[in-house]
T-cell receptor, first 113, second 116 residues
């Protein structure tokens, strides 16, 4: 079962920041927080991941609370192309990259013009 | 650099038939995972292949089997198809080495299987 909880859906205005919440209250010390998104009928796309420090890349920022029980994915300037289902996943890191991804139902973000 | 590719894009089969889906991993990747995604659900892990062997498996019956070739490409085989096997089948690849300790999986576009 997925170890994360996300709201089922969220709306955001184009050009505004989209803040996507995720709860992972049972996260372990060796588990990372990963975010993927899936645009309709395409394969999931990796966005970002982090352990305990905030992370930023060209797509998004990831803010993880100090107790690591929740996190927020931030899309700084949402566009219509960001409309997708977003998945928050916790995943242990092992040598060799053997760990599978356990997806929940995700959260549907709709960016409105 | 080609990403993960899958074939065919769409497939229609009849109950009881067998199907083979194919996947080529992203260049430089040696690990291939397969996922099943039913309509309205998140992807569910089927199994993972590394060094031509099944390394781990999800909660799927033995009707689901796979293979990995020396060039790291992979096949997913499903025997005795059921209506409930209708889904998007996703292939993902990754490498076992990463400087930041993360092993991001890169997904292909999927194969849409319809069982009638």
């Amino acid at each position: 079962d997925a170890k994360t909880t996300q709201p089922p859906s969220m709306d955001c205005a184009e050009g505004r920041a989209a803040n996507l919440p995720c709860n992972h209250s049972t996260i372990s010390g060796n588990e990372y927080v990963y975010w993927y998104r899936q645009i309709h009928s395409q394969g999931p796309q990796y966005i970002i991941h982090g352990l305990k420090n905030n992370e930023t890349n060209e797509m998004a920022s990831l803010i993880i609370t100090e107790d690591r029980k929740s996190s927020t994915l931030i899309l700084p300037h949402a566009t219509l192309r960001d409309t997708a289902v977003y998945y928050c996943i916790v995943r242990p890191i092992t040598q060799g990259g053997s760990e599978k991804l356990v997806f929940g139902k995700g959260m549907k973000l709709t960016v409105n013009p | 650099d080609a990403g993960v590719t899958q074939s065919p894009t769409h497939l229609i089969k009849t109950r009881g038939q067998q199907v083979t889906l194919r996947c080529s991993p992203k260049s430089g990747h040696d690990t291939v995972s397969w996922y099943q995604q039913a309509l309205g659900q998140g992807p569910q892990f089927i199994f993972q292949y590394y060094e031509e062997e099944e390394r781990q498996r999800g909660n799927f019956p033995d009707r689901f089997s796979g293979h990995q070739f020396p060039n790291y490409s992979s096949e997913l085989n499903v025997n005795a198809l059921l209506l409930g096997d209708s889904a998007l089948y996703l292939c993902a690849s990754n490498t076992g080495t990463s400087g930041r300790g993360g092993y991001e999986q890169y997904f292909g576009p999927g194969t849409r299987l319809t069982v009638t």
